[in-house]
């Protein structure tokens, strides 16, 4: 236990030193802000270039849409910002060589592993969640209030912050196979933006965590059986790439 925690410490000021934590939180909150700004000025913005043309009819202006607005382009540029900000952790580690440490040491190496997702895990679902509530609460200020509550959003946020914790766990896996981060972090972007529409293609979506997203976007206060599931087969995913992640490293460092 000692040891573990003495790798969170680590993990904790690596992530702290490089930066890595304010980076992801500035994403997250900048987006909360910038989405509904962005759609309550975007007819205005038309407007200007187009005189005569009422777009406020075309587009929907409420506290739904920039919710929705914002898990979009947290979906699409927060995927991007995770897999940057992981790529090197696990390939850091074997240049550096800081891998023999547990070996010569007697500790158990999956806590190298399990150090790095329990500090990024944790900040990305405190993120998610701070991120959803923040745009939630200022789409409230700006179009008025469409939800009863704040269940919609916090449920967004829990998913959107599961579905993080998978990228940051699918980046991590990638990183001790590859060994390389650019390499890490293609590999990651290509599954994470071309299977879900390869999965709907071939009707495999209710597999993966994709399906948690079409959940969190629809903006209802409850958990439905489907998101039920796809959290259940998230959670499989991340035991899988734990896995697999603990093995590569356990058997490329004892090959050395």
Same mark, same amino acid.
């Given at each position: 236990?000692?040891?573990?925690?003495?790798?969170?410490?680590?993990?904790? #000021?690596?992530?702290?030193?490089?930066?890595? !934590? =304010?980076?992801? @939180?500035?994403?997250?909150? *900048? +987006?909360?802000?910038?989405?509904?700004?962005?759609?309550?000025?975007?007819?205005?913005?038309?407007?200007?270039?187009?005189?005569?043309?009422?777009?406020?009819?075309?587009?929907?202006?409420?506290?739904?849409?920039?919710?929705?607005?914002?898990?979009?382009?947290?979906?699409?540029?927060?995927?991007?910002?995770?897999?940057?900000?992981?790529?090197?952790?696990?390939?850091?580690?074997?240049?550096?060589?800081?891998?023999?440490?547990?070996?010569?040491?007697?500790?158990? #190496?999956?806590?190298?592993?399990?150090?790095? !997702? =329990?500090?990024? @895990?944790?900040?990305?679902? *405190? +993120?998610?969640?701070?991120?959803?509530?923040?745009?939630?609460?200022?789409?409230?200020?700006?179009?008025?209030?469409?939800?009863?509550?704040?269940?919609?959003?916090?449920?967004?946020?829990?998913?959107?912050?599961?579905?993080?914790?998978?990228?940051?766990?699918?980046?991590?896996?990638?990183?001790?196979?590859?060994?390389?981060?650019?390499?890490?972090?293609?590999?990651?972007?290509?599954?994470?933006?071309?299977?879900?529409?390869?999965?709907?293609?071939?009707?495999?979506?209710?597999?993966?965590?994709?399906?948690? !997203?079409?959940?969190?976007?629809?903006?209802?206060?409850? +958990?439905?059986?489907?998101?039920?599931?796809?959290?259940?087969?998230?959670?499989?995913?991340?035991?899988?790439?734990?896995?697999?992640?603990?093995?590569?490293?356990?058997?490329?460092?004892?090959?050395?």
């Amino acid at each position: 236990m000692n040891n573990f925690m003495a790798w969170i410490n680590k993990e904790w #000021i690596e992530a702290t030193r490089t930066f890595r !934590l =304010v980076a992801l @939180g500035s994403t997250f909150i *900048a +987006f909360a802000f910038l989405n509904p700004i962005l759609l309550k000025m975007l007819p205005a913005i038309l407007k200007s270039q187009s005189p005569g043309v009422d777009f406020s009819a075309i587009f929907e202006m409420s506290q739904r849409e920039a919710l929705r607005s914002y898990l979009d382009s947290l979906y699409e540029i927060g995927s991007f910002v995770v897999v940057l900000a992981l790529m090197g952790s696990i390939p850091n580690e074997f240049s550096k060589g800081t891998l023999v440490i547990p070996f010569t040491s007697g500790a158990k #190496i999956r806590n190298v592993y399990l150090s790095k !997702l =329990v500090i990024n @895990g944790t900040a990305l679902f *405190a +993120f998610s969640i701070a991120g959803a509530s923040i745009a939630n609460a200022y789409s409230a200020i700006l179009f008025g209030t469409d939800f009863a509550s704040f269940a919609p959003a916090l449920k967004a946020g829990f998913l959107y912050g599961l579905y993080f914790v998978f990228a940051a766990s699918l980046t991590l896996m990638a990183g001790s196979f590859l060994r390389k981060p650019s390499l890490a972090a293609v590999f990651t972007l290509l599954v994470l933006y071309i299977a879900p529409p390869v999965a709907g293609l071939f009707d495999l979506a209710v597999w993966f965590p994709f399906e948690m !997203l079409d959940a969190a976007n629809d903006l209802t206060p409850f +958990f439905s059986k489907s998101s039920c599931r796809s959290i259940l087969h998230t959670i499989a995913w991340l035991s899988t790439f734990s896995y697999l992640t603990v093995w590569k490293l356990e058997h490329m460092e004892k090959a050395r």
